[in-house]
């Protein structure tokens, strides 16, 4: 077997089965699934027609994968197929380090190369761990870093002498494939969406506290707290990924409060269908998608009054930030990552 590259990444996640997709067209390429389900997510999180050749080091859950056993899988495959780029989607597993160590010695003229979705606003490098990826990252060629500046900062902090390619994002959403952007925008004024897991790191407590003195309506898409809540504060049932569209543009706008977030991909999302997004200053994404087009509001990490604040301004200005999201070229960015995930110029 002869590939132009080889992915591998976790698992076949929606927005990393598109973007894959996409370069399947023009282009030979085999991924490495280290997992098939995970515990944590959704079953349409992984649910995709994967349109390129692909294979499972264990068709189990993510999280209950034999390390040593996938990893001598992952050995046999490599050894037994040739290959041009080999590009591992993180440095968090050792299987990454395997795969890399491989191919440096073993397949010494393919080309080496990282996905790096990690950005030096949540990455804590302590000196064992500055060590440690300096050591990982010298074996690779290239790096490809999803999302931007601060993306790049990271890489930059460990190894400055390689080459950076910006994909400009994390994959693909499937909200992409569906034409959003014509249809009649007319959301409920005074009423906000928030979608993600209810996690620490998510701040969701934050957004809650907001909403309790606001009185705007906030609608919670992604799980439920097990608390009592004002009136204008609502969970709501799980949504199927395809029916998230007709959801966001019922919202004047997304917000994404978390304390830690590498890129955000529901930033994609409601950009997308043309709705403005309030981000704090901890989302990877608002260097790339909010502050160059005036798409939406970034608001001080964890400050309350700062948030209060551009709800409020949202909330009278939302067409503003509707007219300047459609402006952006998503074709065109999703193009450009494909090509950053290719490794060419």
């Known amino acids: 077997m002869n590939y132009e590259a080889i992915y591998i990444t976790h698992l076949p ?17 085999l991924v490495i699934y280290i997992g098939k389900h995970s515990i944590q997510r959704n079953s349409d999180f992984v649910d995709r027609n994967m349109e ?8 189990c859950e993510f999280e209950k ?15 037994n197929i040739n290959f041009k780029k080999i590009i591992v989607g993180g440095w968090d597993l050792p299987h990454f380090w395997v795969a890399l ?19 030096i606003i949540e990455s804590k490098l302590t000196t064992i761990k500055l060590i440690a990826k ?40 499937n909200i992409f494939y569906i034409d959003n952007r014509n249809n009649t925008y007319n959301p409920k004024k005074g009423s906000f969406l928030y979608i ?18 606001l009185k705007f309506e906030l609608n919670i898409i992604g799980g439920k707290l097990n608390k009592n809540y004002p009136s204008n504060i609502h969970f709501l049932e799980y949504i199927d990924n395809n029916e998230l569209p007709n959801i966001i543009k019922k919202h004047i706008a997304l917000i994404l409060p978390s304390k830690s ?28 998608l909010i502050t160059p087009y005036k798409s939406g509001i970034i608001f001080k990490n964890d400050d309350i009054d700062d948030l209060k604040n551009a709800i409020a301004i949202m ?27 290719l490794l060419n110029e």
């Open 261 to 288: 977030e590498p890129w955000g991909l529901v930033v994609d999302e409601a950009l997308l269908c043309g709705v403005g997004v309030i981000a704090s200053s901890n989302v990877g994404s608002t260097e790339e």
């Open 134 to 173: 300096k050591i990982f990252l010298s074996f690779n060629d290239s790096i490809i870093c999803a999302g931007g500046g601060s993306h790049r900062e990271l890489i930059l902090k460990i190894n400055k002498n390689k080459k950076i390619f910006i994909a400009n994002g994390v994959g693909i959403p």
């Open 65 to 79: 994968i034999n390390k040593i056993k996938s990893i001598y899988k992952l050995i046999f495959i490599l050894k």
């Open 101 to 119: 160590i491989f191919s440096k010695f073993f397949k010494k003229y393919s080309k080496k190369a990282t996905i790096i979705e990690s950005s």
């Open 196 to 213: 993600g897991r209810i996690s620490d790191e998510k701040n969701i407590q934050l957004l809650i506290n907001a909403f309790r003195e």
């Open 52 to 59: 390129f050749d692909y294979l499972f080091l264990q068709e």
């Open 13 to 29: 996640s929606f927005y990393k089965v598109n973007i894959f997709n996409e370069i399947s067209k023009n282009h030979r390429i």
């Open 315 to 341: 909330n009278n200005q939302y067409v503003y930030f509707h007219n300047n999201a459609l402006k952006i070229d998503f074709n065109q960015r999703y193009k450009n990552m494909k090509e950053a995930y």
